[in-house]
């Protein structure tokens, strides 16, 4: 396909996409409800599907030389399904933003203003090698009244090719547009930059994935962006902090699942508790296959078997995304928040402490999406917090921060109400 050829194909899909919009717009929220636990029972009644089509996605990434992670990542099973087909269901249950009054009041001269929560209209979803973001992105986006474009990239290709016919075949089923639901995946990578561009028919871009992902998707993208996380996320182990929690809070961290935005991707540790603690936390991170690196004296106080690779400046900025971490042992609870400041890219933050003034410091000193006391940075999640299935953690600051669910996905508008009013 020529260049144009693919800028013609995603704005048509686009313009159908803001058509289809505008019927969702005045859906009920008993409507969009139906069609949502419908997709549920549809991902459930054709997981045998779904699979094949996850196995040869499979099959091409490990001919590629995919890492373990990002395989994990991709990998759908019977298990996954249900949970995401549960996961749908729970967004249908969540109540409907759509409609929600903001705050309102009434003038001295009697007009009388609300301000309201009202669907995007046409939301782009840009993403890497996750098909559970395919019907993330989707369910979120249908509960909160927008249209959405899918590009999933290729390494997914087959499953998100089924996972969207299964939900716009549920879409037509329910009376609504098809079009509310479509992917671009067909069109490459040309497919996303269009997407990027067509300002005017698409209301919001949303990229999840990588740091290269999300900084092209940021830089050349003429449609307002919401920024999403990259996780180089930090536990930091205070002086007075409970060991044994500390403990199970690294390891969960980093290991729960290493391929995630979430997970830990350094330790610090206050310097008066490392002898006693370094030793046993570089044990269990060894033993669950986590390769370390770390500084002099991480090195110096690590058991007998345990390597520790000299760490770089590289490596305490690095989103390993994988089995590996970075661990620095630090002289106070000041160097630890200077080190964030300098490597934290804003998504989550831990610290294990039980210093209520050591707790307060931090928070106050710590600049991100989530902050974590003692537990685990694997929580800043839509679904742990309670929000349903997220479509992303968002870094900056400007509209959504943190997991974004339904609410996010929403704009306002003012109604003002009068009764013959006129300026004088």
């Not at 390769?291 to 002099?296: D, S």
């Not at 991480?298 to 058991?303: D, E, G, I, R, V």
Request: with cysteine; hydrophobic share 45%; aromatic share 2%.
């Amino acid at each position: 396909m020529t260049d144009q050829t693919v800028v013609s194909g995603v704005e048509d899909l686009a313009r159908r996409a803001k058509v289809a919009s505008r019927d969702l717009r005045n859906a009920t929220s008993s409507a969009k409800d139906a069609l949502l636990n419908g997709i549920a029972d549809a991902l459930e009644s054709h997981t045998d599907a779904i699979i094949a089509g996850n196995e040869a996605d499979m099959a091409h990434g490990r001919d590629a030389g995919m890492s373990a992670s990002l395989l994990d990542r991709l990998s759908l099973t019977k298990d996954r399904i249900s949970a995401i087909a549960q996961a749908t269901r729970h967004v249908a249950g969540l109540p409907d933003p759509v409609g929600e009054v903001v705050r309102g009041s009434t003038l001295p001269n009697g007009l009388v203003l609300r301000q309201v929560r009202v669907p995007m209209g046409v939301i782009g979803m840009i993403y890497e090698a996750r098909p559970n973001v395919t019907i993330d992105a989707a369910s979120l986006a249908l509960k909160a009244g927008s249209a959405v474009i899918l590009r999933g990239g290729r390494a997914a290709e087959e499953t998100n090719a089924v996972l969207v016919k299964v939900m716009r075949d549920v879409v037509v089923e329910k009376g609504l547009n098809p079009d509310l639901v479509q992917t671009i995946d067909s069109f490459g990578r040309e497919g996303s930059v269009a997407l990027m561009r067509a300002r005017g028919l698409v209301d919001l871009v949303i990229p999840r994935g990588g740091a290269g992902l999300i900084q092209t998707v940021v830089r050349e993208s003429l449609v307002p962006v919401i920024e999403t996380g990259v996780g180089n996320c930090h536990v930091y182990v205070d002086r007075a902090a409970d060991l044994d929690k500390a403990l199970a809070i690294a390891i969960n961290a980093k290991t729960h699942r290493p391929g995630v935005c979430n997970a830990a991707e350094s330790l610090l540790v206050h310097e008066e508790v490392a002898t006693g603690f370094m030793p046993r936390v570089l044990r269990a991170l060894a033993d669950r296959g986590v390769t370390i690196h770390g500084c002099g004296t991480s090195a110096t106080l690590a058991p007998d078997g345990v390597d520790v690779i000299p760490a770089t400046d590289e490596d305490w900025a690095t989103e390993y995304l994988d089995l590996e971490i970075a661990v620095k042992v630090v002289p106070s609870e000041e160097s630890a928040i200077d080190h964030i400041r300098a490597y934290s890219t804003g998504h989550t933050e831990a610290i294990v402490s039980q210093d209520l003034a050591a707790i307060r410091r931090f928070t106050a000193g710590v600049d991100c999406a989530a902050i974590m006391i003692n537990a685990s940075t694997r929580f800043t999640d839509g679904g742990e917090l309670g929000l349903g299935a997220e479509i992303g953690i968002s870094t900056q600051k400007l509209h959504a921060r943190g997991p974004m669910g339904l609410t996010e996905l929403t704009t306002t508008t003012w109604i003002v109400e009068g009764d013959g009013h006129v300026r004088n």
